[in-house]
């Protein structure tokens, strides 16, 4: 499914089988970071990124929200959607979900 949230294009998956959903949004292509910009997306992902996280796939870094489908309740989908939603905005700034 693919739909915009907050100004922010993403994309979402679910796999019933394996009970996980998924949301994802491009940030930047994976060739313009540097490599002291990856070490600052690992230290976001420690402590400022909640539950969403920055993560490198297909070329790309993705800002990701992943949640056992079952589980999902309507105030998490919310907080997964601004999490990414802002992880995608702060990229290159506070690199911060909140």
């Given amino acids: 499914m693919r739909f915009t949230f907050g100004g922010v294009r993403m994309m979402s998956f679910y796999d019933v089988h394996y009970d ?12 313009a970071l540097t490599v002291m910009t990856a070490r600052i997306l690992l230290q976001a992902n420690y402590g400022k990124t909640y539950d969403a996280r920055y993560a490198i ?5 993705w800002a990701v929200y992943v949640h056992p489908l079952t589980t999902l309740d309507p105030r998490d989908l919310e907080s ?10 702060n990229f290159a700034t506070s690199y911060s979900a909140g």
């Fill in 80 to 89: 997964a959607l601004t999490q990414v939603a802002k992880l995608v905005r």
């Fill in 20 to 31: 996980r959903m998924r949301i994802v949004a491009a940030v930047t292509e994976e060739s």
């Fill in 57 to 61: 796939g297909d070329g790309m870094l």
